[in-house]
């Protein structure tokens, strides 16, 4: 599997030690829904440039991840179970412009990325396990498609 | 401290939250934060390895990507029973001056309820925002490698030129859905 997204821990780990992430999850999921970045209505504001609102959140939210990265590779301050932290690097290809761009055909359109997807569905808008469902079957053709397309 | 809770948090409250994730996760666990490889993951789940080679690697590595979207699911369950805010979403009055005059009639939710339920699928339109965004939002997020979340933010916030040109590519690709297609599939 190449880089994108993968877990560099080399430790294996437990049902109970995963359920870290699923706490990290609920965090993440109450912040997106309370602060609305959720909103088909706020990526509409986003795309019509009338609001500030989303590149507020996205600029900070890079900012502050940036000045962590470089006070954790400053201090080479290790993980929870002592290992180097390993920032991956993305080597470009073609898929980041044309997937980026029907990506963000699809943005537009859902006024959501994935993370609102799996938000919206647990505040009980149930209409985006079909969107979910639609994004679950692009992945899987993607994947048949693969070497067929421009990389 | 909970009625505090329940009012729409600030952009600047919610931008320091999403951010520190990022480094939550790599102190945790070495985990590059990124939500659209969950779909990956889901799928070489199901399927057989045979499939295709994309989904042919150890998933169960990636466990925890999935512990992390259940999570999310669960979490916007608490955001919108227990610390649900009954006002509708502020949107920025030209922006739903501009909806309204495409037809949108619902602005009382976090979503226009007009458009996304399930009544709406059987529609063309409905199909068009419900069914093909979400198509484009799994084949495009994996064609370029990730999402808002891997690349916007964690590939940004870690210098990486790939990720300022696919984040371009999302925002042009919004733009030109909203500007030039939405009108369009109004008037269906």
Request: charged share 15%; with cysteine.
């Amino acid at each position: 599997m190449e880089e994108e997204g993968k877990n560099h821990q080399q430790a294996s780990e437990s049902f109970v030690s995963n359920l870290k992430y699923l706490l990290v999850g609920i965090f993440f999921g109450i912040v997106f829904v309370k602060s609305e970045v959720v909103s088909w209505f706020r990526i509409q504001e986003m795309f019509r440039l009338q609001a500030f609102f989303m590149y507020g959140v996205i600029g900070t939210a890079v900012v502050v991840a940036a000045i962590s990265g470089i006070i954790i590779k400053k201090f080479k301050i290790k993980t929870l179970q002592g290992e180097e932290v390993v920032f991956s690097e993305r080597p470009f290809d073609k898929g980041n412009i044309i997937g980026g761009l029907l990506f963000g055909f699809g943005w537009a359109l859902t006024g959501a990325c994935p993370g609102p997807i799996y938000g919206l569905i647990g505040s009980g808008f149930l209409v985006f396990i079909a969107v979910l469902a639609s994004a679950l079957f692009g992945t899987f053709v993607y994947g048949l498609l693969r070497e067929k397309l421009p990389h | 401290m909970l009625e505090f809770l329940r009012q729409p948090w600030a952009w600047p409250v919610a931008g320091v939250l999403i951010g520190l994730t990022v480094p939550l996760l790599y102190l945790l666990g070495n985990k590059p934060f990124g939500i659209s490889s969950s779909f990956r993951h889901i799928c070489a789940a199901c399927l057989p390895a045979s499939t295709a080679p994309y989904f042919n690697y150890n998933w169960k590595k990636e466990k925890w990507n999935l512990f992390f979207i259940v999570g999310i699911v669960i979490g916007g369950f608490i955001a919108s029973t227990l610390l649900a805010n009954p006002e509708p979403v502020k949107i920025a009055a030209s922006t739903r001056q501009d909806l309204e005059l495409l037809g949108v009639t619902q602005f009382s939710k976090l979503e226009p309820t007009d458009i996304f339920n399930f009544h709406s699928l059987h529609t063309l339109r409905g199909f068009i925002f419900i069914v093909v965004g979400g198509f484009l939002v799994g084949f495009g997020t994996r064609y370029a490698g990730g999402c808002t979340s891997g690349h916007a933010i964690t590939g940004l916030s870690n210098f990486q030129l790939s990720s300022l040109i696919a984040t371009i590519c999302f925002m042009v690709g919004g733009f030109v859905v909203t500007w030039l297609v939405i009108p369009l599939i109004f008037k269906l």
